[in-house]
């Protein structure tokens, strides 16, 4: 039986104050999306000016006032937190939301980020192999009453995380990225969910090497959720499309965009969802305006309902 479509914003926090994310996260719940997830940086690349909450407490905040609502981060950056505090975190927001956190988690990539609050910043082959030991530290602190690992780059011992996760066996783990021969195949031996990033230059190559990583390490890929970021302009009218196309053409999302009237952004889905996508991790070109969010609720959504 294939999986059911959703539909999920994708909702950087960049210019926005905590009350405008709650805003945003409730009237998204009002409008039957998935989930919404918010982005680990401490500023937005380009506009370092913006007001930018950081995403954890944000999380937390976002889950005492919404009831439905499911509440990521594309991603988490692995190397800006210990991973068992992390999972100590993570568990708490698990806990406050009654069971409704997506850990969404990544290697880190914005180097002036790390440099700007002295993070060392390693090359990426140490940060993915950072990053595998942080998310297998996760998994036995969300599972294990006592978890104790020793890596390379990091250890626990006796590490003690109660209460556990609402969510069993814990929280559904996403791994964000597509680096063929590390990334793809942590995401076949790790994850939950795979989120494509946008950008890509053939999303059927990159599911090719994710099949082929999943039967070297004995994984069923249908236990893999396949999930896209996704960048949408939608508009009522053709001109109301290309007005908002030309607000989005200049972003690096844009390359791998869906654009249209609902109709067409419809059709344009169903191509996706044969090629084996579930789940759409959705940023609006007019930068997630409330008409966008609701256009495509009322007019799309109910197409895969």
Not at 200 to 210: P, R
Not at 259 to 265: E, H, L, R
Request: net charge positive; charged share 25%.
């Amino acid at each position: 039986m294939s999986k059911k479509a959703q539909f999920a914003l994708f909702s950087p926090q960049a210019g926005l104050n905590f009350k405008g994310l709650v805003d945003r996260a409730q009237h998204c719940e009002k409008l039957g999306y998935h989930s919404i997830w918010l982005v680990d940086h401490m500023w937005t690349r380009g506009m370092p000016d913006l007001d930018h909450v950081e995403c954890l407490t944000s999380m937390a905040g976002i889950a005492a006032r919404t009831d439905k609502i499911r509440i990521g981060t594309l991603v988490i950056c692995n190397s800006y937190r210990n991973p068992a505090m992390l999972a100590k975190s993570l568990t708490t927001i698990d806990q406050i939301s009654n069971g409704r956190l997506e850990v969404g988690i990544g290697a880190g990539w914005m180097n002036e980020e790390y440099k700007a609050y002295g993070y060392e910043f390693p090359p990426m082959g140490a940060r993915l192999r950072q990053f595998e030991e942080g998310v297998q530290i996760l998994k036995l602190m969300f599972t294990e009453k006592r978890a104790t690992f020793k890596g390379r780059y990091f250890t626990i011992e006796d590490a003690i995380n109660s209460p556990k996760p609402v969510q069993k066996p814990h929280p559904p783990i996403t791994i964000g990225g597509s680096g063929e021969k590390v990334m793809l195949k942590l995401v076949a031996k790790y994850a939950d969910r795979w989120n494509c990033p946008a950008g890509y230059k053939s999303f059927e190559a990159k599911f090719n090497v994710l099949k082929n990583h999943c039967k070297e390490v004995g994984r069923d890929l249908a236990q893999i959720d396949i999930s896209e970021q996704l960048l949408v302009a939608i508009g009522a009218t053709d001109a109301e499309v290309e007005q908002k196309w030309k607000m989005a053409q200049a972003l690096p999302f844009a390359s791998t965009a869906i654009k249209g009237t609902p109709k067409a952004v419809v059709e344009a889905l169903k191509h996706r969802i044969a090629m084996g996508i579930t789940t759409f991790t959705i940023i609006f070109a007019d930068f997630n305006q409330p008409q966008s969010i609701e256009l495509f609720a009322r007019e799309v959504m109910p197409a895969f309902a």
